[in-house]
């Protein structure tokens, strides 16, 4: 698809690197599967991954994690 960001790139699969923060926590979420502009590296992911990292993150913030660096398992 056309980058809505940059209007000129193009989307394709990669992987992104996501970090999720909220109060004292830091959640990093690495190998995330995105689409990412050949342009200007604007990195989209898709609703329902994005979905499965707000419950990790939400798991991981009630388990009292503070900093956390984690691959991504869908």
């Known amino acids: 698809m056309k ?4 209007k000129h ?3 394709g699969a ?3 690197t996501v970090t999720l923060e909220r109060g004292g ?3 990093v979420f690495r190998q995330v ?3 990412i502009c050949d342009n200007c590296g604007e ?4 609703e329902e991954t994005a979905r499965v990292l707000l419950a990790a993150f939400e798991s991981a913030v009630q388990t009292g ?3 956390d660096v984690r691959l991504f398992a869908a």
């Not at 980058?3 to 940059?6: A, E, G, K, Q, V």
């Not at 990195?43 to 898709?46: G, K």
């Open 3 to 6: 980058c809505p960001i940059c």
């Open 9 to 11: 790139g193009e989307t």
């Open 14 to 16: 990669g992987h992104a």
């Open 25 to 27: 926590a830091t959640v």
């Open 33 to 35: 599967p995105a689409d």
């Open 43 to 46: 990195e989209f992911v898709p």
């Open 65 to 67: 994690v503070v900093m």
